[in-house]
T-cell receptor
Framework: NAGVTQTPKFQVLKTGQSMTLQCAQD?????MSWYRQDPGMGLRLIHY???????DQGEVPNGYNVSRSTTEDFPLRLLSAAPSQTSVYFC????????????????FGPGTRLTVL | AQKITQTQPGMFVQEKEAVTLDCTYD???????LFWYKQPSSGEMIFLIY??????QNATEGRYSLNFQKARKSANLVISASQLGDSAMYFC??????????????FGTGTRLTIIP
């Protein structure tokens, strides 16, 4: 299993540009989420999905869109990039009904480092 | 109010010594889970240990143990016999609600641990 994969690893954008961060998992996990990590602030939840076709907002959703058309994929779209969106973005997944355990930890992708100029 | 508080921005510990990383949390939900993740300099998030609010015993995983004091709302991570490879950022996180159906994590700001040879 590849686990959770994210592309690209690095990206530089100009203010106002749009782009999509890709996330995929091959563990048949129902739950997927996007976090951003900023210095001194830990990880903050942007959007999450509890299954295909179902998404909801997290703590910091403004400026981002998501969709979940398949169980495996959960792309994050930046509509009009701003310097405040410079961050490291992590995708995570958890909960497969076939392998549920008592704590159901989230598995994280390797991250995408985004710089907006 | 902060839901997860990690009061130690950085710690320096001599190799082979035990180290305690502090984490306090705030929730009114009787059902919750507490997680610790390690983030080495390479950037990935590695799950270490979990404690459920109804667990009767403190969690242990190899050299990691969790000192769970429910009345004080603290969930400190203890690393025994520290190694150079333990140098990393450590995050405490909480999930409120039952194990399944609510996978949103709230993270603390992290503690950077440096092991001195």
């Amino acid at each position: 299993n590849a686990g959770v994969t994210q592309t690209p690893k690095f990206q530089v954008l100009k203010t106002g540009q749009s782009m999509t961060l890709q996330c995929a998992q091959d563990m048949n996990h129902e739950y997927m989420s996007w976090y951003r990590q900023d210095p001194g602030m830990g990880l903050r939840l942007i959007h999450y999905s509890v299954g295909a076709g179902i998404t909801d907002q997290g703590e910091v959703p403004n400026g981002y869109n998501v969709s979940r058309s398949t169980t495996e994929d959960f792309p994050l779209r930046l509509l009009s990039a701003a310097p405040s969106q410079t961050s490291v973005y992590f995708c995570a997944s958890s909960f497969s009904p076939s392998t549920r355990n008592s704590y159901n930890e989230q598995f994280f992708g390797p991250g995408t480092r985004l710089t907006v100029l | 109010a902060q839901k997860i508080t990690q009061t130690q921005p950085g710690m320096f510990v001599q190799e082979k010594e035990a180290v305690t990383l502090d984490c306090t949390y705030d929730t009114s939900d009787p059902s919750y889970g507490l997680f610790w993740y390690k983030q080495p300099s390479s950037g990935e998030m590695i799950f270490l240990i979990y404690q459920g609010s109804y667990d009767q015993q403190n969690a242990t995983e190899g050299r990691y143990s969790l000192n769970f004091q429910k009345a004080r709302k603290s969930a400190n991570l203890v690393i025994s016999a520290s190694q150079l490879g333990d140098s990393a950022m450590y995050f405490c996180a909480m999930r409120e609600g039952p194990n399944f159906g609510n996978e949103k994590l709230t993270f603390g700001t992290g503690t950077r641990l440096t092991i001195i040879p």
